[in-house]
Nanobody, 120 residues
Framework: QVQLVESGGGLVQAGGSLRLSCAAS????????MGWYRQSPGKQRELVAV???????NYADSVKGRFTISRDNAKSTVYLQMNSLKPEDTAVYYC??????????????WGQGTQVTVSS
């Protein structure tokens, strides 16, 4: 079983910055893609950013140029640096990881989410 624990959420004024972290722990063979999703009340969960184990990344159009995803494979941790935050960025942010298990069985792991609130 793999556990994902997010941290770094909070309340910030528009134009400010936050850095989210997500650490994976447990028994696994390999962590493949890691990413961040977000969900606002009444809205569908959406992809914010994703990065591969090789370091490539892609972003939702709404966050390009403002957010940066990165990872530390040695620490099994993914980060999301969020700059120039806007009120529309307010959401619960969830960490996601694509896992290859010890028997080479793929699975998805999700964190419990961390609240990000951006005031206007």
């Amino acid at each position: 079983q793999v556990q994902l624990v997010e941290s770094g959420g909070g309340l910030v004024q528009a134009g400010g910055s936050l850095r989210l972290s997500c650490a994976a722990s447990g028994v696994m063979y390999r962590i493949d893609d890691m990413g961040w999703y977000r969900q606002s009340p009444g809205k569908q969960r959406e992809l914010v950013a994703v990065t591969t184990s090789g370091g490539s990344a892609n972003y939702a159009d709404s966050v390009k140029g403002r957010f940066t995803i990165s990872r530390d494979n040695a620490k099994s941790t993914v980060y999301l640096q969020m700059n120039s935050l806007k009120p529309e960025d307010t959401a619960v942010y969830y960490c996601n990881a694509k896992i290859t298990g010890l028997r080479l069985i793929p699975s998805d792991s999700w964190g419990q989410g961390t609240q990000v609130t951006v005031s206007s």
